[in-house]
């Protein structure tokens, strides 16, 4: 457990150490790219930090961390796509992946939307898995997460400026109590 967590350090000063030289709305792009396409890093307190310093570009934050979730999650939705069905069904439990395309093929692009609006922690991984497998149109999956993605994003940033310093360090907060 000590190894894992040493790892999950050092990776996190990695990009971080990556990052240092952005700044402003590259960063955000950046890091929403980074968390959607491999290991997590926190995009949400990163666009709620912009949001604070700049709430005028709320808009720009918004729309660049949804291009990079968007971007990102193509790895994902690739892996579903060439590893298909049973290569899901290992990675995420074969209970939970037949959940997860009941869901699919109920709704929809909302069954991707509405998972991209739920905040982190939320397995959305599962259902870009799962877009891949059930071989979801591209236009239709991109364009999915992005709005999903911003409308999560938008919300974030209104209630950053409605709110201003104490969502911020709720937030803040959260996220050192629960990496």
């Given amino acids: ?4 967590k040493h790892f999950f350090l050092r990776y996190k000063a990695w990009i971080m150490g990556l990052l240092a030289p952005l700044s402003g709305p590259w960063a955000v792009f950046a890091v929403a790219l980074i968390d959607a396409s ?3 890093v926190p995009v949400d307190p990163i666009v709620a930090y912009y949001v604070a310093i700049n709430p005028r570009h709320c808009l720009l934050y918004a729309v660049l961390a949804a291009t990079g979730s968007a971007l990102g999650s193509i790895v994902w939705y690739l892996i579903g796509y060439k590893g298909g069905e049973a290569l899901v069904a290992k990675r995420i439990g074969r209970q939970r992946f037949a ?3 009941a869901l ?3 709704y929809g692009d909302l069954a991707l939307i509405i998972p991209a ?3 982190p922690g939320f397995p959305f991984k599962a259902f870009e898995l799962t877009a891949g497998v059930t071989e979801m149109s591209f236009l239709h999956f991109e364009l999915a997460v992005f709005a999903g993605r911003l409308l999560r994003f938008l919300i ?3 209630l950053v400026i409605a709110y201003g310093a104490e969502v911020l360090g709720f937030l803040m907060e959260a996220f050192r109590h629960h990496r």
């Fill in 99 to 101: 959940r997860v395309h």
């Fill in 1 to 4: 457990m000590k190894a894992i």
């Fill in 38 to 40: 491999i290991l997590g």
């Fill in 156 to 158: 974030l940033g209104a």
């Fill in 104 to 106: 699919s093929e109920k």
């Fill in 117 to 119: 609006l739920m905040p």
